[in-house]
């Protein structure tokens, strides 16, 4: 068990009782338990494709009538039976039902200019996303023949990012289970190696008062306690 609390983090699960958006999605408290973080990445939705199913800086350009993707295509080798990707501009309403003047309408709400940006901003689960599952095996290795990825992420949000970019307060809001922590956070932890593979994970019960927070350095291997209660993360480690 590591001992040393060596950094504290601002974050936000889903609420302590049910309920549903005003998108229809289910909000509900956060699973607790014990996990361990499998990897960090751009995340891709198949749930939500009008806004991520499009990955956080893939490229854009607007011919004034039209957005376009830069996507990536199948395309059959010569000679061969299989497939290899090539990317190409593709128009947006072939991947998502979002217009053109709702994306720029979006874009002002989040920056505050009227215009379609050059990159895709708008994915929910933000520039980076870091995932866990239940280590079944107990080897801290994700076995995906046997284990799942939980369906928790943790994650920075849209508006996060843009009122980090715009040097903004950011307020973490209700998640749907998932956890939300600030863009420049989630980065502090993947390069602090907070979030590296194999790191434990565990999500506290809503009730659980946060522990007094006395920070010491500290060494890996790092734990990433989340306190939904108390809308933190402490990261503890092993004493120097």
Same mark, same amino acid.
């Given at each position: ?125 933000? =520039?980076?996303?870091? /995932? ?7 080897? #801290? %290795? ?6 799942? &990825? *939980? ?50 994970? =565990?999500?506290?019960? /809503? ?7 006395? #920070? %010491? ?6 734990? &990433? *306690? ?15």
């Amino acid at each position: 068990m590591a001992d040393v609390i060596v950094d504290v983090f601002d974050a936000r699960g889903g609420p302590p009782t049910e309920s549903v958006d005003a998108d229809k999605f289910k909000q509900g408290p956060t699973d607790e338990g014990d996990y361990v973080i499998a990897w960090c990445g751009v995340h891709k939705s198949d749930e939500r494709p009008d806004w991520s199913g499009i990955p956080w800086g893939t490229p854009l350009k607007d011919d004034g009538t039209q957005v376009w993707v830069w996507w990536p295509q199948k395309v059959a080798r010569k000679g061969t039976r299989g497939a290899a990707i090539r990317h190409s501009w593709v128009p947006l309403s072939k991947l998502s039902r979002v217009s053109r003047a709702r994306l720029q309408k979006t874009h002002f709400d989040l920056y505050g200019t009227w215009k379609i940006p050059s990159t895709w901003v708008f994915n929910d689960f933000g =520039h980076t996303t870091c /995932y866990m599952f239940k280590d079944l095996n107990d080897n #801290k %290795k994700f076995d995906p023949k046997t284990e799942r &990825i *939980h369906d928790e992420l943790f994650h920075p949000t849209p508006d996060g990012e843009a009122n980090s970019a715009r040097g903004l307060k950011i307020v973490l809001g209700d998640s749907h289970g998932c956890i939300h922590v600030k863009p420049d956070d989630i980065d502090t932890m993947q390069k602090r190696g907070y979030m590296k593979k194999g790191n434990l994970v =565990h999500v506290h019960k /809503y009730s659980e008062r946060l522990p007094t927070v006395l #920070k %010491k350095n500290g060494k890996a291997p790092f734990e &990433i *306690h989340f306190y939904p209660g108390a809308y933190k993360i402490l990261v503890k480690g092993r004493s120097q």
